[in-house]
């Protein structure tokens, strides 16, 4: 059995992506990793190649800015990526994730066990959305909760925008989600620990793709009620990225909720009232 990971990346450096981290934390159980490294205005190819490990293979590409419906420049940038893996299964991070070493042993496992599996097609993973800090995620239906970021090459995939993929069927033009299965394990999301001038400077330059107008971030505009503390502990290669912060992060206590925000709130009452999970699934559920 082989296993690819990839990933893309574009001036990772000037947005703020722990990007290194991210790649250095599944080399462990990968048999090759490959970035495909869109022209970027910082040194963000020059980091990459600092990592200096073998199994990383870099290809270098130019995006397509004339693209500017519905992230679909993402897609193809995955794609890219994607199709230059030679694995039996290619795992998928994007530069501000990293796994956990406690989990690796995990995901290696959940690779060999199904991979004569014809029901799987991919693999999930649970997901811990950071917030402000490093001591707080997001708990809601409008943030997903679980993905899959394994697939096996053997499978007709392809990306509509960077998060998720479809499967072809054997009619060839019927797409449909990937049939998958939990690994156990679980994916550290810290694109929203980074400091607000660097989200904005992504959001000023990544918005164009889906044809919208920045916005300004502002961390303390949310839901108070949707922000949860984290017991665990983070991935080993990541700490020395986080910056330090103590407590609860706290949101604007004059925030006025947004029609989407109350629509969510209700959603979380009803996930507790019935045992629920509401959020929004990109793949279709197999039980082992």
Known sequence: ????????????????????????????????????????????????REIDDPKIRIIESKWNDKMKVGGYVYGQQKMIAQFNCTGDWAFYL???????????????????????????????????????????????????????????TSVRSYAPDGLYWHVLTSKSKVARYPKSIHTGASIYHYGWVRSEEEMNRKSVNVQKYWNKNHSRIDYREIDQKIIREFGGSHPEIIRAWLPHADGLYRANPDYKLTRREKKHRLMLQFERWFGLELSKKHFIELKP
């Open 1 to 48: 059995m082989k296993i690819s990971a990839f990933t893309f990346i574009r001036n990772g450096t000037i947005f703020g992506f722990p990007y290194s981290e991210s790649i250095r934390s599944v080399l462990p159980i990968v048999d090759e990793f490959v970035v495909n490294v869109g022209d970027s205005d910082d040194d963000t190819l020059e980091k990459i």
């Open 94 to 152: 994007e530069g501000d994730e990293v796994v956990h070493e406690d989990d690796l042993d995990k995901i290696a496992d959940a690779c060999r066990t199904y991979q004569n599996d014809e029901r799987v097609e991919a693999l999930t993973f649970d997901y811990y959305h950071f917030y402000g800090n490093a001591n707080s995620y997001l708990d809601s239906p409008g943030w997903y909760r679980r993905a899959a970021r394994i697939i096996k």
